[in-house]
């Protein structure tokens, strides 16, 4: 039996025991976006969308969908996953399970707790049947998927005018209690008007088992909120991921999605931006550093509908040994959509003849008073920067480090929260091999 | 100190240095000047061992070893430093970073350990002050959005940390306002002995009002057409290149 007629034989099963009455809704959603996964199945090479991310390694294991063991994690252990450094909101789960142990979380004010209870108690019904499942794409099968299995994850309702005094961190384990698992989260966060909110998030696995995570987040923010997410992917060599965020932001709205991707075996990043309304901001920032056979997909869409918008992007990429970076880039102005100014950047450093890149800029401008601007490099390192540092008596493979973390820098100086600058700018000098001799 | 013998570099199939020799001994000054395009900033290059180069006649040695073998940074260990005539800019990495980097790499090259943060941060102090340089500007990205003079003074502050035994100054006056020459001119003047030397490259004889060179050259198409003493540059400034051709 290969993955998906697994899938589709354990439906129902999954289905009989999550429903409950009072979510005829979800039950709907769920059987909808179940059929069409039935129908289109795992997309292939043959689709336009994923001609460079091939699916097949990924698949071809044999994952456990329901775990049945308990495993329990002391703090001490996976201390090092947390920003652990600051007081924030933790909203935490092991093999897809809550555990109220790691977590914590907050009904004082606000929500900050947990999907199956929202998708459950009829005190949530509204707000799930406003706003659950409503921004996915409902051509995106991987995505369908998820929402069919959708059950379990983070759920954050935030009212106006409500400045989060700290940040939600959210954090997938998986203990390698099971050869071969796969995660399918799905979390739901609703910002307020005024509102601010900044949100970590990771999928960790603890032992080299292999975990495939198909992650589906929606994010509103209303008018004027402010919400900030950053999503660190490092995981294990033998982690896959796809990651799918959908974003709908109301006027004067300003949310920044930031990504950085130093891990896993596999990652694919969909991020799609829906503007409703004027003076909006979407920010979008990546950081991708990989090697050996790894491979990080960002595809990103924003649609720009109403005028007088802004979108930044911006997506650096360095490739080592034989790895694969992919990057398509989406920018969609309506016609409605007058004075857009949109900027896309994606720069990208092969530093071995084995590794690829495929980067695609897609604009389509249907208004005639906008400002869009696109880039996208490949390229070496400037031997003159190079010659310089060395010059100076650093040896070429610490000035080579050096000037890879100059090139990913700007897209780090995004990060409003300075512990998590500081661990991110340690995981890159880690990862690049520049020796930490000096404080950053 | 230095020595360069009848060399010869091309860049591509360019031959760009014709011949060049040169000596500089321990405790002198010599100037370089010529026309713009004449391969001043190729000879320092050069010297300091830049790989796209090639050598293709002649020898520098460095007492008495030969260069050609060795990377920039080892050139860079052995005592050479180059004040750079348009410096690069390295994002997210502060002058005060990249200068202990720099410092405790030449160290760890002979098997010393990194200089103690205490003695790091008195040396930074005293030598900033030296140039007059600002605490904040130091905590700045490397060379990012320096104005010209800026980007100068950082290199003569690299310099006075690193105390080459060479060190070649491309063009470091250029940008340079009265007042910021006199302090990099003097900060040069304060570190120069007896035991190490200082090749100028300058289109001014400002400079060599302020820094008073041993010898003059003229570098021209590649090849030192003139030498003499410091009134040579008073004759330059007076005449032109022209003369010389
Ligand atoms: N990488 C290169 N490729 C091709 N030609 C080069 C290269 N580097 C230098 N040259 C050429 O070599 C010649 C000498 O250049 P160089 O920079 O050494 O001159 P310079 O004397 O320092 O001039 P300036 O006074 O303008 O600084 C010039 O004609 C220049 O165009
Ligand atoms: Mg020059």
Redesign the interface.
Known sequence: MNLKEKLITSFLAFENKVSTDTETTVHDTRSKAFSHFEKNGFPTRKDEEWKYTPLKSVLKHDYTLFPTTNTAIEFATVKEYFIHEIDSYKIVFIDGVYSSYLSETTHDGCDICLMSSSLKKPKYKMVIDHYFDKITSKNDSVTSLNTAFSNEGAYIHIPKNTVLPKPIQIIHFSTGSEAQLMLQPRSLVIVGENSHVQIVERHQSLTNNVVFTNSVTEIFAAKRAIVDYYKIQNDKKTASLIDSTYVQQKQQSIVSVNTFSFGGNFTRNNLEFHQEGEHIDSILNGITIIGDKQLVDNHTLVNHNYPNCESHELYKGIYADKSTGVFNGKVIVKQAAQKTNAYQQNNNIIIDDGATINTKPQLEIFADDVKCSHGCTIGQLDEDALFYLRSRGIPKKEAEALLLYAFANDALEKIKIPELKTRITKLIANKLGVELGFEL | MLEIKNLHATIGDKEILKGINLNVKAGEVHAIMGPNGSGKSTLA?VI?????YEVTKGTITLNNEDLEDL???E???KG???S?QY??E????SV???I???????RK?SGQE?LPAKDMLKKIREKAELLEIDRKFLSR?LNEGFSGGETKRNEIF?MAM?EPKLAILDETDSGLDIDALKVVANGVNKLKSKDNAVILITHYQRLLDYIVPDFVHVLHNGKIVKSGGKELAHELEAKGYDWLK
């Open positions: 290059t300091a061992g830049k790989e796209e990377a920039p940074e050139r860079a260990h050479i430093f180059l750079f410096p690069i390295i994002p997210g990495v005060t970073n990249f202990k980097t720099a410092i405790n790499e030449t090259a990194d990205s690299q690193l």
